[in-house]
T-cell receptor
């Protein structure tokens, strides 16, 4: 079974600071997804990464994928309170329709 | 209605009850999914349907029974559940079409289920 590990699990950071969330996975895949979940809400798609070296940016968030290292990163630049949420990465193997989610990173941005 | 909708949003049931969760997508997708989200556990994929055909069943107990009458609707029939089945049940949909498929999933708001 494919394993997806995220770290850190909990992250408390001050506004204006930078930080990176890591997502490691255990099998070959070119399909990596990042989601955001606010408390009591559903999952919102942030990024879809479909090839080695893919990099996508939206506002203060930037995601990248290294398929050889089986690693994706979600970088937060100059954090603001509105980014407080739980962030999940998910991996789908190159064949089939399975999705495997990480345990999530609970981010709290402190003013 | 837009996106993915789920009803009911909250459900409390006894262990001997039978109930159903409903999911509907308005995105023109051809794949639908049921997930279980429990506290302190990763999101667990339960069932996958492609073009109304079940393609994945991740060792889910038979007290959960999915039904997909068409590409837009997905049900999860529940019977004789256990308290440990209490969780948030999320439905998702996507376009699915092979190895190079984009496959981005769009999630519904979820049904918060409590089994007494």
């Amino acid at each position: 079974e494919l394993k997806v590990e995220q770290n850190p699990l909990f992250l408390s950071m001050q506004e204006g600071k930078n930080y990176t969330i890591y997502c490691n996975y255990s099998t070959t895949s070119d399909r990596l997804y990042w989601y955001r979940q606010d408390p009591g809400k559903s999952l919102e798609s942030l990024f879809v990464l479909l090839s080695n070296g893919a990099v996508k940016q939206e506002g203060r968030l930037m995601a990248s994928l290294d398929t050889k290292a089986r690693l994706s990163t979600l970088h937060i630049t100059a954090a603001v309170h509105d980014l407080s949420a739980t962030y999940f990465c998910a991996v789908s193997p190159n064949t089939g329709n399975q999705f495997y989610f990480g345990t999530g990173t609970s981010l709290t941005v402190i003013p | 209605e837009t996106g993915v909708t789920q009803t009911p949003r909250h459900l409390v049931m006894g262990m001997t009850n039978k109930k159903s969760l409903k999911c509907e997508q308005h995105l023109g997708h051809n794949a639908m999914y049921w997930y279980k989200q429990s506290a302190k556990k990763p999101l667990e994929l339960m069932f996958v349907y492609n073009f109304k055909e079940q393609t994945e069943n991740n060792s889910v107990p038979s007290r959960f029974s999915p039904e997909c009458p068409n590409s837009s609707h997905l049900f999860l029939h529940l019977h004789t559940l256990q308290p440990e089945d209490s969780a948030l049940y999320l439905c998702a949909s996507s376009l699915a079409g092979g190895i190079s498929s984009y496959n981005e999933q769009f999630f519904g708001p979820g049904t918060r289920l409590t089994v007494l």
